[in-house]
């Protein structure tokens, strides 16, 4: 009877403990509370993140708050089949006032760490490094069905799944363009700003390659949802 006592208090104990996490931490800290387009990144909001994966629903609605209050423009597209089949997929067409070089695919994780991403990091800091505000973002792509750096036997890339995106650099309302491949290693604002921006970045994906990571990224930054915070 005493052992069946102490673990119906150990449960009491545990349930008051979560409804005190659920109702006294901020959200981004509790694991309880859904996950918001506002949340900053953190460890609890990538693992929220990660859930999503399991529940496109719930991923999509939240890419519906996006739309309705002007982050992100998007569409549904149909499941694709073939060698590298892609569901549950959508066509991000530009980040609200900040357009692309051209729509993407992306897995619906993807688009909304990519919203996320440029909204909390991306805009703010055009203002504060280049003083102007953040127009265009320009890229290389997100979907193509291969293996990791086309080698034949190696794994599948996160391209593969639209599980990346590479950008490769930054228009801004002052008329102003950057470039990762000139800007990466240049002087001035344009070197800080992409500096800052890509380690600032790292938080919002799984992983973040750059051109220090190898010649291959020379030219753009790699943001993809694989791993837990690798940033090169």
């Known amino acids: 009877m005493a052992k069946g006592v102490k673990i119906v208090a150990g449960m009491a104990i545990m349930g008051?403990?979560?409804?005190?996490?659920?109702?006294?931490?901020?959200?981004q800290y509790?694991?309880?509370?859904?996950?918001?387009?506002?949340?900053?990144?953190?460890?609890?909001?990538?693992?929220?993140?990660r859930q999503l994966v399991n529940n496109p629903q719930q991923c999509l609605a939240l890419l519906e708050q996006a739309k309705t209050r002007g982050l992100l423009n998007?569409?549904?597209?149909?499941?694709?089949?073939?060698n590298c089949p892609l569901t549950d997929v959508v066509r991000v067409q530009s980040f609200?006032?900040?357009?692309?070089s051209s729509s993407f695919l992306a897995s619906c994780p993807l688009a909304l760490s990519s919203t996320r991403f440029v909204h909390q990091r991306a805009v703010p800091l055009a203002q504060a490094e280049m003083g102007s505000e953040l127009t265009r973002i320009n890229h290389l792509g997100s979907f193509a069905c291969r293996n990791i750096y086309n080698r034949e036997g190696a794994r599948r890339s996160e391209h593969?799944?639209?599980?990346?995106?590479?950008?490769?650099g930054f228009g801004f309302s002052n008329k102003q363009q950057i470039s990762v491949l000139k800007g990466w290693n240049g002087t001035g604002k344009e070197q800080a700003y992409l500096h800052t921006l890509f380690a600032n970045g790292c938080p919002f994906f799984g992983n973040a390659l750059g051109p220090e990571y190898n010649a291959a990224h020379a030219n753009h930054f790699h943001l993809g949802m694989r791993g837990y915070g690798l940033c090169r």
Request: charged share 20%; proline share 11%; hydrophobic share 45%.
């Open 30 to 49: 509790n694991p309880f509370s859904p996950l918001s387009i506002d949340d900053p990144p953190t460890l609890v909001t990538r693992y929220k993140l």
């Open 96 to 100: 609200g006032r900040v357009g692309l």
């Open 160 to 168: 593969a799944t639209a599980d990346a995106l590479d950008i490769s």
């Open 74 to 82: 998007f569409r549904s597209v149909p499941d694709i089949a073939g």
């Open 16 to 27: 008051a403990l979560a409804f005190w996490l659920y109702e006294r931490l901020p959200a």
